[in-house]
């Protein structure tokens, strides 16, 4: 019987090294960990603790490896922040439209907008559209990237243009949900107070929540972005 | 043969054994080395890298199945993506192998302009 402990060790240090990943070192841990004893057991010598040395030795090092998997972490959380960010704009919309719809369902009489309810209304209007713009564009641009088989330069200035697209988005979505709770908090001072007000209030309250979500997402991103760079920055094997 | 020059061409190696048919990671490296006849003998874990990118190019799908062994295994089967993009490397490839080859070809006379 093989001396547990040389196959774990290594998968355990590779695991290590992808911690810039936990989904992805996970998946990837178990992937090599059947490879390992099926290469193990597929040895012909009959040494089960020289087998395992053989099979990792044959593996190669965990740390050039982890390095190779940098590029498709990035290009994964990529692609899950773009879709994250559309479904950011359209649950603000969601979020938006159900608040509206429930002024017009209750008839609710609202304090005077005034001209600064006006210009609001026009930042949040013309904010909103550029979120969805925006987002639909980064999204669009990164799904479009091919893939390289390491993080080239080319490569890290398209992620650092999908970032800043995001970033944009973001900026407009928050621009956009500001305005909207200085909207409320103008329709509601003039109004009648009431339990029901909170409706307006939680919607408004969504908004915030998720465009939060999305700086947090993308804030993750771009740093994942710059720790991954480092380790990928390493000699490959 | 020269483990940079294999590189380049990991995505159309790993494509060109799995459109035989669905394998994991291990098959898929020992399908190499015997259709290569030993010539390709990168580190191992070196394909790794290479079957989840072209999973997340939309190139390969993966599924987790329960090996013989009892443990969890992941297999990969190309999709129609994968199929129409193999199909193109391949036929770039054909033009690049052609245009070496004939470089490379003996016996072809030609006279220096000195």
Not at chain 1, 70 to 98: N, Q
Request: hydrophobic share 50%.
């Amino acid at each position: 019987m093989a001396e547990p402990g040389v196959i774990s060790e290594f998968v355990e240090r590779l695991a290590r090294e992808l911690e810039f990943d936990a989904s992805l070192a996970r998946c990837v841990r178990q992937e090599v960990e059947d490879h390992l004893w099926e290469a193990v057991s597929a040895d012909p010598t009959a040494d089960g603790l020289e087998a395992e040395r053989r099979a990792v030795a044959n593996f190669g090092d965990p740390h050039a490896i982890a390095a190779q998997f940098v590029v498709v972490s990035l290009a994964k959380r990529g692609r899950r922040v773009g879709l994250g960010a559309i479904g950011v704009i359209a649950a603000v919309f969601v979020a938006m439209k159900a608040r509206l719809t429930w002024y017009a369902a209750m008839a609710y009489s609202t304090g005077p907008m005034g001209a600064l309810g006006g210009a609001v209304l026009s930042i949040d209007r013309y904010a909103f559209w550029l979120s969805i713009f925006v987002g639909m564009g980064s999204w669009m641009y990164i799904e479009s990237r091919r893939i390289p088989a390491a993080l080239t330069p080319q490569y890290r200035t398209q992620l650092r243009r999908f970032l800043l697209l995001c970033w944009v988005a973001t900026g407009a979505l928050g621009a956009s949900v500001i305005s909207d709770g200085v909207l409320t908090a103008l329709r509601l001072s003039g109004g009648r107070w009431s339990f029901e007000v909170l409706v307006p209030l939680v919607s408004v309250a969504i908004e915030v929540a998720c465009a939060g979500g999305l700086v947090a997402s993308i804030r993750g991103m771009t740093q994942r972005t710059a720790s991954a760079g480092r380790l990928a920055a390493m000699p490959r094997v | 043969m020269e483990g940079e020059m294999l590189k380049g061409h990991l995505d159309m190696i790993v494509l060109a054994v799995l459109s035989s048919g669905p394998a994991h990671g291990y098959a898929v490296i020992e399908e190499i080395k015997r259709r290569s006849g030993g010539a390709f003998d990168l580190p191992e874990g070196t394909v790794y890298p290479v079957l989840h990118r072209l999973e997340e190019a939309g190139l390969l799908a993966a599924r987790w199945v329960s090996a013989d062994s009892g443990r969890r295994r992941r297999v990969y089967s190309m999709t129609k993506r994968g199929v129409r993009e193999l199909g193109e490397r391949r036929a770039v490839w054909a033009q690049f192998s052609d245009a070496v080859g004939s470089l490379f070809k003996e016996g072809r006379s030609w006279q220096s302009p000195a």
